[in-house]
């Protein structure tokens, strides 16, 4: 049992003493949660520096396939398509970010070239969800959704066109997919639908003259 003496003297300890004292008394297990910290700190930029060479190895050689790409002239008869076509859908699953949304999209330019929709429509929305939040994801969606229209498929092409435009910030061609919105409602005699989609073009792009004055011609063409 303590003394008064001890309780006293324990009493007049200061905070930094105290403090001392704690990790004099408890420096064993103080000095496994710190070494833990240090391990997570050490792995976690070991992580970071890893994936940082990764990607930046994985946009150099997808900026080769691009290089080729362009080098096709027209990728649906050059002799070197179906090769490139079997790297990129080689390499694209294995990669992330940029370097995985541009092979994407590189492969999908292959398909539509070739008229196959299917597959390009797949290509293009692997491409917007490995590269989100950059420019190439409402690229991607926009590209998607003009492939299942040429499939047929118009509620997937609104559905495309509206996530699309959810991009505007990152999208110069937003007031395009709203005004393709409105067409395609258009095409499937959904008047009142497609004078309401038109509207939020002149609403949201007023600026944008082309499509806003094409957006206000179908309204007036539309409520006649």
Not at 68 to 83: C, K, M, Q, V, Y
Request: with cysteine; net charge neutral.
């Amino acid at each position: 049992m303590a003394t008064t003496k001890e309780k006293e003297k324990k009493e007049d300890l200061s905070a930094g003493d105290a403090a001392a004292l704690f990790i004099h008394n408890h420096r064993r297990p103080i000095q496994v949660v710190m070494a833990v910290i240090a391990v997570g700190i050490i792995g976690f930029i070991a992580t970071v520096s890893v994936r940082g060479a990764l990607e930046k190895k994985a946009i150099i050689r997808v900026d080769e396939y691009a290089r080729r790409f362009a080098e096709l002239g027209d990728p649906a008869s050059a002799s070197g398509t179906d090769t490139l076509l079997e790297e990129l859908n080689e390499f694209a699953p294995k990669t992330f970010g940029y370097a995985a949304g541009k092979a994407y999209s590189l492969a999908a330019e292959i398909y539509a070239a070739k008229n196959e929709w299917a597959l390009a429509e797949e290509a293009w929305v692997a491409a917007a969800k490995k590269a989100p939040k950059i420019f190439l994801t409402p690229f991607s969606l926009y590209s998607a959704a003009v492939a299942a229209e040429e499939q047929g498929k118009l509620d997937k092409a609104i559905e495309y066109h509206t996530l699309c435009v959810e991009y505007a910030g990152l999208n110069p061609a937003a007031a395009h997919s709203q005004f393709s919105i409105g067409r395609i409602l258009e095409q499937r005699n959904n008047k009142e639908e497609a004078i309401a989609a038109y509207r939020k073009v002149i609403e949201n792009w007023s600026g944008n003259t082309n499509w806003s004055n094409l957006a206000r011609n179908r309204i007036i063409a539309l409520e006649l």
